[in-house]
Each structure stands twice: as structure tokens, then as C-alpha cells.
């Protein structure tokens, strides 16, 4: 694959055109702002995901005014705070971030409250019940209440059973409000575990009541691949197999696994981040257009292309996976150790934390198009982008005329670090004589910071607008498993692990891969 931008590219700027009205932003392109009083109920408030990222992305949807007029939120954990302490706390992490507007703090934080709760013991979710009865009537909002689970899976089935039974989730018929749930990865951890998750919150809440989380999802040129696909006539007639060479799919990271291990030994790269966020990428890259844009006819065609997906047998596996472990090396200037020498992490652990598969789609419009999928920790960079690569000219009238050939047309969605979206062309060179030059057609979200929300606001914004386009579905989260699940034992099972996990030098592409037209 040639470079992104080598140096004799020339880069044209995509700029917003005259005919897209009031300049491309009108009240039209605004987010729509929740208007449903509510109370948010967040489950591990105590806990890093509360801090770092929940309250910062509430908080700054509440300054820039896109939260309900009137809200309230109720932190849940076992620490024994009080409403003071838990502000404070919350204060002190917005702080870090250097977020805290000390006039719209005071405001904010008068919204805050903090229930210390043993997730195991009914008698707390009693009392929270009345807590939360209470603040609904002084809030006045109307029994709507939005159930956040930023707590580790394992005390998913203990407190999604109790919310159900004290009757914390149920919709207060009398008043018409709703009640949701916001679950975060995984899912489960196999196909099994996966449909247990599924059954417990069907118990205590209808599937149109559950926000799977996605974050990947919420990132704007992730959303823009939809747009881009259906919303232009030119792109679509060349979206298949008489067009396009292959597809190449990356989310490389240079973080190691962090102080994570807990969870990562058990997890490792295809739990981690092959079974949510890459497949999702896939699908809106190669799923058929919906017939409309809503939740529930998106969701269908993904599931029906996760269904297309080639399941792989043990021969395809070898030819066509590779896994891999980062061994020590060198990332930003500084030594870093091997996976297998960081904290809490098994010194012989085969968890892989790298992995390349070349996938196949079997339908009318991708067969025989390889898609390549490549994510990985402590590699070169950080990058993740979706390449589509089309077919070479399919007669060569300038194979005398051009020394360097030509460079067949590519399309790029950069996803990380910068969002945008590139298509590189041939046009000829000015002067008398007749070469090419590969031109790059460019649109960056960087020239539009302003309109730009985190995955975190995005993703509240529509829990509480109660759009669950963004949100797995049941079904497409138990395809994925079902395809990965007997891949995933055949390599934790193997007797030949060691053989079938490749290490690699932190810092670099990774192992030697399997035949892949992508370089590094
Ligand atoms: C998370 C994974 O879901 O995504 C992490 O658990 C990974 O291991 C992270 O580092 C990557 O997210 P992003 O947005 O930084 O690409």
C-alpha cells in the first residue's frame, strides 16, 4: 500500500459547498437536546469510568446547555460517602481536567447526590428507591430514570436482578416515564456468557430499554460512513467486488495493557477490542443500505452482514489469523516492558494482544474481496483507519507514457488520531509532457472542532433522547460471539498455543504477518 501522503501529493481541502444550506450549519445540523426531566443513576460512581469519563461528558453537556432543564444524578457504590464528599470528589477529577466553571459548577453540583449501596443486600436498593422517589418529585421527573453500569461484569447479573426486583426499573405506568440501561463492554466473554448477560437484563428490562455500549460508534467519522455511503450517488454503484481491490481495517495502539491485567489476561485482543469495536467498523463499512435511517432498520443490516461473514475452519485459521504478544521495546523514546513482564500478568501468559485475520464476506456484493483486520497494543502508532482500496485501471493506455505506473484510486476514513476522510486520484502534471500526479482529496474534521461532541457526550445525548441507533442489539452481539467464540477456544484450548502466538517487539508493526497488501 502506498504511504498516505507522500511527499509529491498534491492535498486539495474539502470546503463546505455554497449550495449546502446556511453554510452547512443550521439549526437543522444542532444536536437535538434531550428534553425529558430525568435522573441519572450510576451504578460504581466511585470507580474510574465515573470520573474520568461519565461526569466530565455530563458535565460539559450540562455547560453548553444540552442537558434537560431539569436533572439529577445519584452516584451508587459501596464507599461510604456523603453528597458532600462525593461533589468534592467529583469537583477535584473536573479540576484535573481543568473543566470546572466555578459559577456553573455550584449550579451543577447542587444536581449531585451519593448512595453508598452493597450491591448483593436488597435493603439498599429499598432505600435508594425512596431516595430516588423523593428527588423525582422534587426534580419533578416523572419516574424517568436512566440506570448507568459503570461496574466491573462480574457484578452485572447482582445488580441488574435487584434494580429489577425492588422495582427501581420498571416505568412508573401513572406518569409515562421510561427507564433505560447503559451497559459497557464486554458482553460476556463467549457466546454462552453472552446470552446468560442477555437473559438477565431481559428479566428486568425489554431489549428496546437496554443501551449496549459501543464507543467506537459515537466517533464522528465512524458515524460519517454511513453519510458518506447513502447520502452520495457517486460511491455506492463502486462499493462491491467489480470495484474494489480490498479493504484494510486498523486500530493499532502503542499503550500496553496498562493497569488493566485483571481484566486483560482474561480477555486479550479479540474480547478486547476484535469483537465490538472492529466488527463494528466492518459492518458500516460493508453492510447493504438500509431502507431507512432508524435504529431499528440499521441494526438489521448489520446483523444480516455479520451473518455473511465466512466462519473460519481449522485450516483457514492457520492460513488466515495471526496472533500475536508484545515482547519489551522502545515506544516514544523510552524502553517499555514486554506483556509478559508487566504487573499482575502471568510471566508464561499466552494472552494475545495483537492479531491480524483476513476475513471474507460471503454475499452477491463482497465475494472474493479480502478484508484485512489488523488491531494490536504497543505497535509503531497510534492509527485507526478503514482503507478501501479500488482495482487498478482495467486497461493501461498510459503503461508506456508513465515511468511509475499509476497508483490505483484509495479511499481513507482516519478515525485516529485525526478524523477525516481522504480520496487520492491521478490528474495529470502541468507542463508539456504528459505524467501523473496522485492527488489527495481531503476532508478534515480538524477544521471543525467547534461542532464536535467526545464519544461519551454523544453517547449520553442519545441515551436520554432514547435513540438506540448508535447501540448494539442483541442479536448482532450474539452473531459476533458465535463467530469468534469457536476461535477463541480453538486458540485458548490448542496444545500448540505457544506456536500459534507470534511475539513482537513493542514499538513496531507487529509479528510477520500473513500475506496482507498493507505495510506497517
Ligand atoms: C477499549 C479497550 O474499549 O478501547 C482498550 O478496552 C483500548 O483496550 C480502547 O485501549 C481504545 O479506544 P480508543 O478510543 O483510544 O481507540
Known amino acids: 500500500m502506498a504511504d498516505d501522503n507522500p511527499s509529491d501529493q498534491l492535498v486539495i481541502k474539502a470546503s463546505v459547498a455554497e449550495e449546502s444550506p446556511g453554510n452547512g450549519y443550521d439549526d437543522e445540523c444542532r444536536r437535538i437536546k434531550p428534553s425529558d426531566p430525568c435522573a441519572i443513576i450510576i451504578y460504581g460512581a466511585s470507580g474510574d469510568l465515573t470520573s474520568r469519563k461519565l461526569i466530565p461528558a455530563i458535565y460539559k453537556l450540562y455547560i453548553n446547555s444540552y442537558m434537560p432543564g431539569s436533572f439529577f444524578i445519584v452516584g451508587c457504590a459501596r464507599k461510604k460517602l456523603d453528597n458532600k464528599s462525593f461533589r468534592e470528589k467529583i469537583k477535584a477529577s473536573l479540576n484535573k481536567e481543568g473543566l470546572v466553571d466555578q459559577v456553573k459548577w455550584e449550579a451543577f453540583a447542587a444536581n449531585l447526590y451519593y448512595q453508598s449501596i452493597e450491591y448483593d443486600e436488597a435493603a439498599g436498593f429499598e432505600v435508594l428507591k425512596r431516595v430516588l422517589d423523593d428527588l423525582d418529585k422534587k426534580y419533578r421527573t416523572g419516574g424517568n430514570r436512566l440506570f448507568y453500569l459503570a461496574i466491573p461484569p462480574f457484578l452485572y447479573e447482582t445488580v441488574v436482578n435487584m434494580t429489577g426486583q425492588s422495582g427501581l426499573g420498571a416505568a412508573k405506568a401513572e406518569s409515562g416515564g421510561w427507564s433505560r440501561i447503559v451497559v459497557e463492554k464486554p458482553f460476556g466473554s463467549d457466546l454462552k456468557s453472552s446470552v446468560a448477560l442477555n437473559n438477565i437484563l431481559q428479566q428486568s428490562f425489554k431489549e428496546h430499554q437496554i443501551y449496549r455500549i459501543d464507543h467506537y460508534l459515537a466517533k464522528e467519522t465512524v458515524q460519517n460512513i454511513l453519510v458518506?455511503?447513502?447520502?452520495?450517488?457517486?460511491?455506492?454503484?463502486?462499493?462491491?467486488?467489480?470495484?474494489?481491490?480490498?479493504?484494510?481495517?486498523?486500530?493499532?495502539?502503542?499503550?500496553?495493557?496498562?493497569?488493566?491485567?485483571?481484566?486483560?489476561?482474561?480477555?486479550?485482543?479479540?474480547?478486547?477490542?476484535?469483537?465490538?469495536?472492529?466488527?463494528?467498523?466492518?459492518?458500516?463499512?460493508?453492510?447493504?443500505?438500509?431502507?431507512?435511517?432508524?435504529?431499528?432498520?440499521?441494526?438489521?443490516?448489520?446483523?444480516?452482514?455479520?451473518?455473511?461473514?465466512?466462519?473460519?475452519?481449522?485450516?483457514?485459521?492457520?492460513?488466515?489469523?495471526?496472533?500475536?504478544?508484545?515482547?519489551?521495546?522502545?515506544?516514544?523514546?523510552?524502553?517499555?516492558?514486554?506483556?509478559?513482564?508487566?504487573?499482575?500478568?502471568?510471566?508464561?501468559?499466552?494472552?494475545?494482544?495483537?492479531?491480524?485475520?483476513?476475513?471474507?464476506?460471503?454475499?452477491?456484493?463482497?465475494?472474493?474481496?479480502?478484508?484485512?483486520?489488523?488491531?494490536?497494543?504497543?505497535?509503531?502508532?497510534?492509527?485507526?483507519?478503514?482503507?478501501?482500496?479500488?482495482?487498478?485501471?482495467?486497461?493501461?493506455?498510459?503503461?508506456?507514457?508513465?515511468?511509475?505506473?499509476?497508483?490505483?484510486?484509495?479511499?481513507?476514513?482516519?478515525?485516529?488520531?485525526?478524523?477525516?476522510?481522504?480520496?487520492?486520484?491521478?490528474?495529470?502534471?502541468?507542463?508539456?509532457?504528459?505524467?501523473?500526479?496522485?492527488?489527495?482529496?481531503?476532508?478534515?474534521?480538524?477544521?471543525?472542532?467547534?461542532?464536535?461532541?467526545?464519544?461519551?457526550?454523544?453517547?449520553?445525548?442519545?441515551?436520554?433522547?432514547?435513540?438506540?441507533?448508535?447501540?448494539?442489539?442483541?442479536?448482532?452481539?450474539?452473531?459476533?460471539?458465535?463467530?469468534?467464540?469457536?476461535?477463541?477456544?480453538?486458540?485458548?484450548?490448542?496444545?500448540?498455543?505457544?506456536?500459534?502466538?507470534?511475539?513482537?517487539?513493542?514499538?513496531?508493526?507487529?509479528?510477520k504477518l500473513i500475506e496482507t497488501p498493507a505495510k506497517c
Open 228 to 511: 458518506f455511503r447513502f447520502a452520495n450517488s457517486i460511491f455506492e454503484p463502486l462499493w462491491n467486488r467489480q470495484f474494489i481491490e480490498y479493504i484494510d481495517i486498523r486500530a493499532t495502539e502503542t499503550l500496553g495493557v496498562e493497569h488493566r491485567a485483571g481484566y486483560y489476561e482474561k480477555a486479550g485482543v479479540l474480547r478486547d477490542m476484535f469483537q465490538n469495536h472492529m466488527m463494528q467498523l466492518l459492518t458500516l463499512t460493508a453492510m447493504e443500505p438500509p431502507a431507512h435511517f432508524q435504529p431499528e432498520s440499521v441494526r438489521d443490516e448489520k446483523a444480516k452482514l455479520i451473518q455473511s461473514i465466512r466462519p473460519f475452519n481449522s485450516e483457514t485459521r492457520k492460513q488466515n489469523i495471526v496472533l500475536g504478544q508484545y515482547g519489551a521495546g522502545m515506544i516514544d523514546g523510552k524502553r517499555v516492558p514486554a506483556y509478559r513482564e508487566e504487573a499482575a500478568v502471568n510471566p508464561r501468559s499466552f494472552t494475545p494482544t495483537f492479531v491480524i485475520m483476513k476475513l471474507f464476506i460471503d454475499n452477491w456484493r463482497w465475494q472474493g474481496v479480502p478484508f484485512y483486520m489488523l488491531t494490536g497494543k504497543r505497535l509503531a502508532e497510534k492509527l485507526t483507519r478503514i482503507v478501501i482500496q479500488f482495482k487498478d485501471v482495467p486497461h493501461a493506455i498510459f503503461r508506456n507514457v508513465f515511468s511509475k505506473g499509476i497508483i490505483a484510486n484509495r479511499l481513507i476514513f482516519s478515525i485516529q488520531p485525526n478524523e477525516k476522510i481522504s480520496l487520492t486520484f491521478q490528474a495529470k502534471n502541468p507542463g508539456s509532457t504528459i505524467c501523473a500526479r496522485s492527488i489527495n482529496m481531503q476532508f478534515s474534521y480538524d477544521d471543525y472542532q467547534e461542532q464536535a461532541l467526545e464519544a461519551y457526550e454523544k453517547v449520553l445525548i442519545d441515551c436520554l433522547n432514547g435513540d438506540q441507533m448508535l447501540f448494539l442489539r442483541q442479536d448482532s452481539e450474539e452473531l459476533c460471539w458465535s463467530l469468534l467464540t469457536p476461535l477463541i477456544e480453538d486458540c485458548e484450548k490448542c496444545a500448540d498455543q505457544g506456536e500459534l502466538l507470534k511475539f513482537y517487539e513493542a514499538g513496531t508493526c507487529g509479528p
